[in-house]
């Protein structure tokens, strides 16, 4: 038989869904769309569901995608961090966290299909099965979320013969076992459970009490927007930062090609920079000083200026006229970036540098340092006292050690 449904009249999750997913043996549903709201429409049905809600729903990634696993997760991923669950779910924790704990617990099952599969999921049904064994089965226009449900104008048909439950079953079938549904990425589901755990530290002193770097990482460019960090990126991170903090960080890294040693390094002194008071110094071939820049914004969204031999130029493009070599002092950002030649030029400038403190002194392309009177016997020999790299012998202090441990690299690295 058919039944006739319309918001117009009544409400559809109080007519309708609740009513009919109460103590409910099983749930399957066809959604152009699945959002958590369902769970303010009808959570408490879902939990008391004897077996399990099982929903096919559309995804913005490409039918390629699917081809192999990773490349699903990171469809998905992307996807996921371009809408900022943080800010948009930032209201609804408790929300989240059932819904994490459903799909955990196996009671609510979700796949995803790429829109280019069969386009875009745009006809909405399902199979309920009720707690006394019948089933029925519904059409409509309403999508697997609060507004669909509660607030937007739809109409529902519920059709309760043995046809017409057939025919909505095969369909849901044939979506559930298609070779491009694939579940939910599980990295969806624990950023359910970090979002509804999710703590706002409006303070950097608030911060230092736990200093905990998965924090300042989480939700930086480099992790929501691209693929994370690899697990030796994360450890050289945490290796760094916690020694920085016991008695000072002094590592040399030597990472091949393409094994993101700018972000590894860029994102330890950002610990640092958090956790300290004192600049940040990043000495870089001159080729590779916008690049620096332009990968700390993009990937850490972490702004800095750069030295370009005449003044500081920010993040932004904006420039800061200097007046005399001593600007280079006045940095308008806690992280500056300059050239190696105005240290291997013996730049009057970096006479104003030497006299300065820093929290974290990073040198890149330290392979372009040496020095070429090494050889039999001379291995402990001094510097030459007019080279500015002999400043480490001169300023043996630990308040610099930073700074000329640096100096020591172009000293010392053949």
Known sequence: MIYRYSSRLKRLDASFLNEKLKGAISYDRIAGYFSSSILEVAGEAIEEIQGCVRVVCNAEMQREDVVTANAAVNAMRREWCSKKPE?????????LQKLYNLIKGGKLQIKVIPNDVFGLIH????????????????????????????LNYEILWEDDSEEGIKWVQEEFDYFWNSPYAVPLADFIVEDLKRISERKVIYSVDEWKKTSDPASVVVEAPVYRQEFGLWEHQKYFVNLVFNDHKKYGARYVLADM?????????????????LYGDKPILV???????????????????????????????????IRYPANGDAAIKKCPRRIGIISQGLITANSEQVQHLLNMEYECVI?????????????????????????????????QNEQKACFWLLLRLYSLIR
Do not use: C
């Open 87 to 95: 800010e948009l779910y930032s209201n609804v924790p408790h929300r």
């Open 123 to 150: 006809g909405k049904a399902g199979v309920i099965t009720l707690k006394d064994g019948r089933k029925t089965s519904f059409i409509g226009s309403v999508n697997e979320t609060y507004t669909g449900w509660k």
């Open 257 to 273: 090609v393409g094994l993101g040693k700018t972000v590894q390094l860029a994102l330890s002194a950002q610990l640092m920079a």
């Open 283 to 317: 000495i870089v071939p001159k080729t590779l000083l916008w690049q620096w820049q332009d990968e700390m914004l993009t990937l850490l969204d972490m702004p800095s200026a750069v030295w370009n031999g005449r003044e500081w130029v920010d993040e932004n493009g």
């Open 363 to 395: 040198v890149d392309e330290a392979h372009r340092a040496r020095r070429r009177n090494l050889g039999p016997g001379k291995e402990d020999e001094k510097p030459n006292p007019n080279n500015l790299m002999s400043f480490y012998w001169k300023y």
